[in-house]
């Protein structure tokens, strides 16, 4: 008697979907078959989409240091019930940020015990490292405890995780390189973003939409051009995080078909929402940095994921108080903090904006979702696929289900999106993570904390960037 069977689902197969039931041993997928087998414990996917568990591959989750903004606990809450069995979280927002085996052993010990999905880390080096030189220890270090790639910020984050100038990104770049993961930028141009923000206070702006245009597609496009050439001298391999523009995708599509091991991912936000709109209804509430853009990004943001130029999509879900970070008495559209929750609507928007609306096909939202992030950060097959011995990591969708987005339902701690009120067609109703249930729509979370597992990245092979290129249907 198997342990698992998931039973009814339609899984994906190209860009068709097929009626299966997914065998389950151990947590792994041990066959998919249309016979009907007695299994320990039978999960009915009563007819929905199940796709390969989905990946957000760019979270903040604030734990250890800023869980006043969020827990690792309520975090997975929230990715759980959108339809994440899998997240990778970035080094700069826990208190000690990660830049070095000890704090990443230290965030480890504190999120283990709260993970209620599995998880991977993103490994940290900054400006500050390569002034005392110790960039290739550390990163070295970091990459043989099995971090996924590196994280450098061209403008300031948190004050424990100073930006790079441009010659400290090269020399981060270099030391990367050697270990043959991905360097990952948050592309704006400091020394513009800095400039039109302290012009446009002069001249007495407070208006929200003001953010973002002192933070210009220019400022990313040079970002990401002075990234490319980085890259292209050094060898390494260059991921443009969080992508807001579509000069943006323009700029990677032609570097990858020169040949450059350049990736991008974009948010689901800078897909669906324009900055003109969104933020003079909702203010700070709507404030990220690289900010929303407008209504041609969108559009081309969604022709980049068709046609490969932007691999897959991620969240940047960061989270802030609301009475002491985003609406504080005395706060302007400057001092409120740049950030908002993503992880809980990712999944839905896609399907919803994407699948059900015919901007993506089928494989090309299993790309998108599960396949792309898996591969480009090391983990793939044993997450995003279903291959036999793959994790049995699923995530069940009803393409019918119409519902509108509330920002009081949502499970992360902050209670703001500027997704609120928007309708979306498609809802995840089932949650599994290694053949358990973590989430049902019926019952909610279903798992115990410390059921989530670290996942570390595997082994690096030479056929790599074979396979980060090849197709969608060699999944089952």
Request: with cysteine; aromatic share 8%; net charge negative.
């Amino acid at each position: 008697m198997l342990d698992t069977i998931v039973k009814n689902a339609l899984i994906p197969q190209g860009d068709e979907l097929v009626r299966a039931n997914i065998l389950v041993e151990d947590g792994k997928i041990v066959g998919i078959t249309r016979k009907e087998f007695e299994a320990k414990n039978v999960i009915d996917a009563e007819g929905n989409m199940v796709l390969p568990g989905c990946i957000d591959s760019h979270t903040h989750f604030m734990d250890p240091g800023f869980t006043h903004r969020e827990t690792f606990t309520t975090g997975c809450r929230a990715a759980a019930y959108g339809g994440v069995t899998t997240v990778i979280d970035m080094p700069c927002c826990s208190v000690p940020s990660v830049r070095g085996v000890p704090e990443m052993e230290n965030k480890l010990e504190a999120l283990k015990p709260q993970a209620l999905i599995d998880f991977a880390l993103w490994g940290g080096v900054t400006g500050e490292d390569v002034r005392e030189e110790k960039h290739y220890r550390i990163v070295r270090e970091q990459a043989d405890a099995g971090v996924v790639a590196f994280k450098v910020y061209m403008t300031p984050s948190v004050p424990s995780y100073p930006r790079v100038t441009d010659p400290e990104m090269l020399e981060t770049f270099k030391a990367v390189a050697e270990t043959g993961l991905p360097v990952g930028i948050h592309a704006e141009n400091f020394s513009m973003t800095d400039f039109y923000t302290q012009k446009f206070i002069r001249e007495g702006r407070l208006d929200a939409p003001a953010w973002a245009e002192a933070r210009s597609i220019l400022a990313e496009k040079v970002a990401i051009e002075l990234g490319i050439s980085f890259a292209e001298e050094v060898g390494a391999r260059l991921h443009i995080v969080h992508m807001s523009t579509g000069i943006g995708a323009q700029l990677v599509g032609e570097a990858k078909m020169r040949g450059l091991d350049v990736t991008s991912e974009t948010c689901p936000h800078y897909l669906v929402l324009n900055y003109k709109d969104a933020m003079s209804e909702y203010g700070a509430f709507a404030k990220i940095a690289p900010p929303l853009r407008t209504e041609e990004d969108n559009e081309m943001l969604w022709e980049g994921l068709k046609d490969g130029s932007v691999d897959f999509v991620a969240t940047d879900h960061a989270p802030y108080e609301i009475a002491t970070e985003k609406a504080k008495a005395g706060m302007t559209i400057w001092t409120a903090f740049p950030g908002i929750p993503g992880v809980e609507t990712m999944v839905p928007i896609l399907v919803s904006e994407g699948y059900n609306k015919g901007r993506l096909t089928l494989s090309q939202l299993v790309d998108v979702l599960s396949r792309n992030a898996a591969i480009h950060y090391g983990i793939y097959p044993k997450k995003g696929a279903m291959f036999i011995g793959s994790d049995a990591d699923f995530t069940v969708i009803d393409l019918d289900r119409e519902w509108v987005i509330n920002k009081e339902d949502q499970q992360s701690m902050a209670k703001y999106t500027p997704l609120h009120g928007m309708k979306l067609k498609g809802k995840v109703v089932k949650t599994i993570v290694r053949g358990k249930v973590v989430f049902d729509e019926k019952k909610g979370i279903v798992a115990t904390p410390g059921y989530g597992q670290f996942v570390k990245r595997q082994t690096i092979s030479k056929l790599d960037k074979v396979i980060r290129f090849s197709s969608v249907n060699d999944v089952f």
